[in-house]
């Protein structure tokens, strides 16, 4: 297996994580992101920690943008032998609220961003036997109140990973998809919501996480090496996907409970 990884939202957050995880190993990356000073600070980093690479501006809802990465992936590595789709913005606000645009914005990039990147970069991953990571979200599977659009387009990821991981097993590309909760993050920089109120209440349940982007950039790293699917990094996720699927009428009640509470909030 040669080591080359292709990494979109690499210029910051867990984008830059993994990539510093992966290069810690001497790994070949390809970094790219909207932001061009971030890209170019995270392959700083990246080279001080061990690896090297080239970076490349790539806006995910841009097809051709994704194509063009690809190639250059064909022409400076040869190939590619995973790929992180991991380029997202958050949202939040309640349905009656969110307009049809914040609708479209949150599903061409943290939905179609990742379909896009998987066709893209597809005929490389079949000649390598490669993998796909895919990062999607907790709130995929929990469906948290006042981030339908959010929730909606995460859960679009782990079906579209879950279809992926079945069709793709004879061509031995493995497939992976990971559900973080919270987590200190940047994500807050890209927010989009109809209410100030809202963009605080999420920031203050990001800034409450006890685990860090690094901490997470290390737990897929170990979990892609044994080979998991679905990827949970927090403990608490990983309590409250068990009670879901033993138990969903609880924790529906228990979203309504808390949809209540961020209505009297947001008033």
């Excluded at 000073?37 to 061990?50: D, H, I, N, Q």
């Excluded at 970069?121 to 990062?135: H, M």
Aim: charge should be neutral; aromatic fraction near 8%; include cysteine.
């Amino acid at each position: 297996m040669q080591n080359r990884i292709m990494i979109t939202g690499a210029g910051s957050g867990l984008g830059r994580e993994i990539a510093l995880r992966w290069a810690r190993e001497g790994w070949q990356l390809a970094l790219s992101d909207v932001s061009e000073p971030g890209l170019a600070e995270t392959l700083k980093l990246v080279r001080e920690a061990g690896g090297d690479g080239f970076t490349l501006r790539c806006d995910v809802r841009d097809y051709s943008q994704l194509t063009a990465l690809a190639q250059a992936c064909e022409t400076k590595f040869g190939g590619v032998d995973v790929i992180v789709n991991n380029a997202g913005v958050a949202s939040g606000g309640f349905f009656s609220d969110l307009s049809l645009e914040d609708w479209d914005w949150q599903i061409s990039i943290n939905l179609m961003g990742v379909v896009k990147g998987c066709k893209a970069f597809l005929p490389l991953l079949e000649r390598s036997k490669g993998k796909i990571i895919n990062i999607a979200s907790m709130a995929a599977l929990m469906q948290g109140p006042a981030m339908s659009n959010y929730n909606v387009a995460k859960a679009g990821v782990v079906a579209l990973s879950e279809s992926l991981l079945a069709e793709l097993k004879q061509q031995e590309i493995g497939v992976h998809v990971v559900c973080p909760s919270f987590f200190q993050t940047n994500l807050m920089d890209s927010f989009r919501g109809p209410t100030p109120a809202m963009k605080a209440q999420v920031g203050k349940l990001l800034e409450s996480s006890p685990i860090s982007a690094a901490d997470i950039a290390d737990y897929i790293f170990t979990s892609v090496a044994n080979n998991e699917f679905m990827i949970l990094p927090h403990e608490q996720g990983r309590m409250a996907w068990a009670l879901k699927q033993k138990n969903p009428e609880i924790l529906y009640n228990e979203m309504a409970v808390m949809a209540e509470k961020m209505r009297a909030k947001a008033k």
